[in-house]
């Protein structure tokens, strides 16, 4: 019979994401130190998360029928917010450390990317009780998207992140059901003295959506940092010419009121829909924006928020293609607001690299901070057996400038520079080649001359950062994107950073005015960087190593 053991140490629970393996009941048989037994049957559930308690120190050993392991870590104990949660080996019941785990030529050394499998919209971002808390939309079972759970992390720093246990699943109901899919879609966090209120769509509906979809809006409580409970509905019905999309709620609160924002489509046009607390619930105002660009099914993942002196309402694009070929971009407006409605004054893209999705803000300590999905919408993923479909973008802080949002890295960032490899003031640069891949450039220009920056190289193919007739513009010759262009729309770029990690690049021009995220998977850990300048262009060129953010995890 198949078994594993392992030690668990000071924690207090073991949490496994278990899958059944044939039609017939499967069953899970924890035996403690002391030949106690705790027996779970799958029974009419296809997968669940299993979750048994430790309730004494020492060696357990695990013995299964009929059922697979995906994931499986301790949780639970003392200090839980430091340390975080345990991985385990689902096959032996060793205890994984994560700094081997990440470092495969797929993986992200820096950017947080979850433990494995799917990840997509980041959630509930905010200061809670001493930490920056990051949930996450998530697959545990598999590299691609299916019935939606909360993943967490902490940190406080924004950068070093630890593991927490899952806070959210999907309805008891899909756990047997194949032809329906749903579960804990997107959300976002407001906190309240001694508690964070998630605010956050349940999904049910049959695999191809359309009006027997149903999606409505649910808040839960955090009392702890760690553990979500007391969800209940708050939000029930749609307004009357909403359509099935209905979703992402983002709450803010503005001159002590407390609105809501939803993504969705109102009479066929998408809209983001305004809400405002009253009497202790959610009446629906009006559209706060509508957009007439033809393609688009509807907003996801809306966010609305003031920033130095202007309103900022942003939205994504579903299924809308540009005259690019830019698939599912993000979109900000800027301008006023009136209690009701947005002006808009100024729009712009979040990102003109079009990896980045359902970007979500929160405000700590005088900061507007963002993150975004790094998506794939393109098909360039590279599944392997121990890999990530998805990531996150670095942390951003926002600013207006001239009526512009900026967005450029936070500075936390910049403390993991390592070490400086590569300088050069006004000279031709060789090709520099960077031991880890994982690599920040900076560039200094002095003048608009066309420029051509290989960001990275496998074989025939390379990604590229080129100016060419006034456009700075990513390039990838990746067959999957070649016919895709990914320009921005700064006409004077006087400084370059790059933030380079393996399968994704961040760049920033002039200090946050354009930034583009673009994903290029390599097999090597061997980074690659020419450039080639016109002569007198170039001021000043740097390359440094970077940290990565999982060394000092075991």
């Not at 839960?220 to 010419?241: F, L, M, N, Q």
């Not at 399968?503 to 290029?520: D, Q």
Request: hydrophobic share 35%.
């Amino acid at each position: 019979m198949w078994m594993l053991e392992f030690d668990n140490g000071e924690y207090e629970s073991v949490c496994i994401f278990a899958e059944k393996t044939d039609d017939r009941d499967g069953w899970i048989c924890l035996e403690g130190p002391g030949g106690k037994e705790q027996q779970v049957h799958m029974n009419d559930d296809w997968y669940r998360l299993v979750q048994l308690a430790l309730p004494e120190k020492g060696i357990y050993r695990i013995s299964r029928k009929g059922v697979s392991f995906t994931q499986m870590y301790l949780s639970g104990g003392p200090d839980l917010m430091d340390k975080g949660i345990r991985f385990l080996d689902p096959d032996s019941g060793d205890e994984m450390e994560l700094g081997k785990w990440y470092d495969t030529s797929v993986r992200e050394q820096y950017h947080f990317n979850p433990f494995m499998n799917w990840v997509n919209d980041p959630n509930g971002l905010c200061w809670f009780k001493g930490y920056y808390h990051l949930f996450y939309q998530s697959n545990p079972f598999g590299q691609e998207w299916n019935d939606m759970y909360w993943g967490h992390a902490v940190s406080r720093d924004l950068i070093h992140w630890t593991h927490m246990p899952y806070v959210l699943e999907p309805q008891p109901d899909l756990w047997r059901d194949k032809e329906h899919k749903g579960g804990a879609f997107s959300g976002s966090a407001q906190v309240e003295g001694e508690q964070m209120h998630l605010y956050l769509t349940r999904h049910h509906g049959p695999q191809e959506d359309g009006e027997e979809t149903r999606e409505w809006q649910t808040e839960a409580v955090c009392w702890d940092g760690i553990h979500v409970e007391k969800e209940r509905p708050c939000i029930t019905e749609r307004p009357e010419g909403a359509s099935f999309d209905f979703r992402d709620p983002k709450v803010q609160r503005i001159e002590g009121m407390d609105y809501m924002v939803l993504g969705s489509s109102l009479d066929g046009v998408p809209s983001i829909l305004l809400y405002v607390r009253e009497n202790g619930a959610w009446s629906f105002k009006g559209p706060l924006l509508q957009e007439h660009e033809p393609g688009i099914r509807t907003f996801e993942c809306p966010d609305f928020f003031e920033l130095d002196g202007k309103y900022v309402a942003a939205g994504a694009w579903m299924c809308h293609r540009d005259e690019a070929g830019r698939y599912q971009m993000t979109r900000c407006y800027t301008g006023t607001f009136d209690g009701g409605r947005f002006k808009t004054e100024h729009q712009q893209w979040y990102d003109f690299g079009s990896n980045f999705y359902a970007v979500q803000s929160f405000e700590h300590g005088g900061r507007r901070i963002a993150i975004g999905w790094i998506s794939d919408f393109y098909g360039e993923h590279r599944v392997k057996p121990t890999g990530a479909c998805g990531s996150f973008s670095l942390p951003r802080e926002l600013h207006m400038e001239q009526g512009r949002l900026f967005t450029e890295p936070v500075k936390e960032c910049y403390g993991l520079l390592k070490e400086r490899i590569f300088a050069v003031s006004g000279q031709e640069v060789p090709p520099v080649i960077v031991p880890g891949n994982s690599f920040f450039v900076k560039i200094k220009l002095g003048d608009d001359r066309d420029f051509l920056v290989t960001l990275a190289r496998e074989g025939d193919d390379a990604l590229y950062l080129e100016r060419k007739n006034g456009v700075t513009s990513l390039v990838s010759t990746r067959k999957e994107v070649s016919e895709v262009r990914f320009p921005s729309d700064v006409s004077t770029v006087r400084y370059v950073e790059i933030f380079m990690d393996r399968r994704v690049a961040e760049v920033y021009l002039n200090h946050g005015e354009a930034a583009g995220t673009k994903l290029f998977y390599q097999e090597s850990t061997r980074g690659h960087l020419e450039a080639d300048f016109a002569a007198g262009s170039l001021k000043r060129l740097e390359v440094w190593t970077m940290e990565s953010i999982w060394n000092h995890k075991s």
